[in-house]
C-alpha cells in the first residue's frame, strides 16, 4: 500500500523504464527475491467494491490494458502490505473509460480482500497496487512483470452475502470518477 499523495511513478532500472510505486520500489531494493508472500484463504475476508484507475504499465497500450483487466476477473491480486505481498480475490470488475485522462482506466471492482486490508481501504488512509498475482513467479518478479497496477484509492462497506449478485446496482459513480483523478 502506498499512503495517501504517493504516486506511481516511472522508474529506470537495468532491465528498462517501469511504473512503480515508492514503497514497491524500496521493498524490491530491500528484500528483492526473499520478499514474502501470503495468499487468501477461501473462508477469508470480506466482500467490498472497491473505486479506482487501472494504470498500464509503461509500454502497454489501452487496449491491451482493458483485456488485460477482463483477464484477471477470478484471479489473485498481489499487493504490498507492510512487507510481504498479500492477495486478494477480483471477484468482478465495471469499466468507466470515458471518464478519466487517456492514461488510465476509472473502474470499480467487486473484491474480496482480507478484513485488515479493507478496513484501511475504508478510511482512505493509502492507495492499493493490485496486481495479478501469478503463481510461478516469486512477489519481486512479479511486480518487476506486471503488465499494469489496479490502483484502488476506496473501498465500500463490507457486503452483506447476498448482496453481491447485485454489486453493480450499488456502484457511487461520483465516488468512482473521484478515485480515478484522485490516484497518480
Keep these: 500500500m502506498t ?3 504517493s504516486f506511481f511513478i516511472v522508474h529506470s532500472l537495468p532491465s528498462g523504464d517501469l511504473m512503480l ?3 514497491e520500489l524500496a521493498i524490491i531494493r530491500e528484500k528483492a527475491r526473499t520478499l514474502m508472500d501470503r495468499w487468501i484463504k477461501p473462508d477469508e475476508g470480506e466482500v467490498s467494491i472497491a473505486y479506482g484507475a487501472y494504470l498500464p504499465q509503461v509500454g502497454v497500450s489501452m487496449g491491451q490494458a482493458a483485456a ?14 507492510g512487507d510481504i505481498v498479500r492477495t486478494l480475490e477480483l471477484i468482478d470488475v465495471e469499466v468507466r473509460p470515458g471518464l478519466s485522462e487517456t492514461d488510465r482506466i476509472p473502474f470499480a471492482a467487486l473484491v474480496r480482500a482480507p478484513s485488515d486490508v479493507s478496513k484501511e481501504m ?3 488512509k493509502a ?3 493490485a496486481f495479478l498475482r501469478y503463481g510461478n513467479l516469486d512477489p519481486a518478479t512479479n511486480i518487476l512483470n506486471r503488465p499494469g497496477v489496479f490502483a484502488m484509492q476506496m473501498f465500500s462497506p463490507a457486503m452483506e452475502a447476498g448482496e453481491a449478485g447485485r454489486w453493480v446496482e450499488r456502484i457511487n459513480e ?8 484522485w490516484i497518480h
Design 3 to 5: 499512503g495517501r499523495g
Design 122 to 124: 475504508r478510511h482512505q
Design 68 to 81: 488485460d483487466m477482463k483477464a484477471s476477473v477470478g484471479h489473485g491480486l498481489g499487493f504490498v502490505f
Design 21 to 23: 510505486s515508492v514503497v
Design 127 to 129: 492507495v492499493l497496487g
Design 174 to 181: 461520483r465516488q468512482l470518477k473521484r478515485s480515478a483523478r
